[in-house]
């Protein structure tokens, strides 16, 4: 996450195609390891929108580091 907006795999994405990449490793393996990597300007509500779809698809193994 940046103040832009979100990346996964350093790609921007949105939050729709989030919700679905977290769906299908969910459906492998609801204990593989999630890293929220977010800077100090990303806006709150991006985070809390990303841990958000981690609890819907329960993603529970979340480790959030700061950059």
């Known amino acids: 996450m940046h103040r832009q907006g979100l990346l996964f795999r350093g790609k921007p994405i949105t ?3 989030l919700d679905h990449r977290l769906e299908r490793y969910a459906s492998l393996s609801t204990a593989a390891p ?7 300007d990303s806006p709150h509500r991006l985070l809390v929108q990303a841990l958000d779809l981690c609890s819907k698809h329960q993603m529970r193994h979340l480790s959030i580091l700061s950059l």
């Open 15 to 17: 939050i729709e195609a």
């Open 34 to 40: 999630v890293i929220v990597k977010c800077t100090a």
